[in-house]
């Protein structure tokens, strides 16, 4: 199970942290990634890490501005999201995949992901 939270309405350039939340399975086998999907758009992949070794991914437009990290004890990941654009509105999501790392698959493919959680929305304002 994936629990998402730390979604807002925030103004334009604030900053947001979301969490994730998992259980039922064992995390450091698992690679968490975070994905979202605006309004009339399809879902995308924001960022991922590896719970085993810590490696990060990210979206070339989120680079710089959103940083992805772990707490293996707590079971938990986090997307720290700063200088928001009313263009990352959207619901995100959070997702695991295993095993990992999957040579020759992109971490953004996301029908290589086996637990979904149910999203948290993020709203920034202009």
């Known amino acids: 199970q994936l629990v998402e939270s730390g979604g807002a309405l925030v103004q334009s350039g604030g900053s947001l942290r979301l969490s994730c939340a998992a259980s039922?399975?064992?995390?450091?086998?698992?690679?968490i990634g975070w994905f979202r999907q605006a309004p009339g758009k399809e879902r995308e992949g924001v960022s991922c890490?590896?719970?085993?070794?810590?490696?990060?991914y990210y979206a070339n437009s989120m680079k710089g501005r959103f940083t992805i990290s772990s707490d293996n004890a707590k079971n938990t990941v986090y997307l720290q999201m700063n200088s928001l654009k009313p263009e990352d509105t959207a619901v995100y999501y959070c997702?695991?995949?295993?095993?990992?790392?999957?040579?020759?698959?992109?971490?953004?493919?996301?029908?290589?992901?086996?637990?979904w959680g149910q999203g948290t929305q993020v709203t920034v304002s202009s």
């Open positions: 890490i590896s719970s085993s070794d810590g490696s990060t």
């Open positions: 039922g399975f064992t995390f450091d086998d698992y690679a």
């Open positions: 997702a695991a995949t295993s095993p990992w790392p999957k040579y020759g698959r992109s971490w953004y493919a996301q029908e290589d992901y086996d637990y």
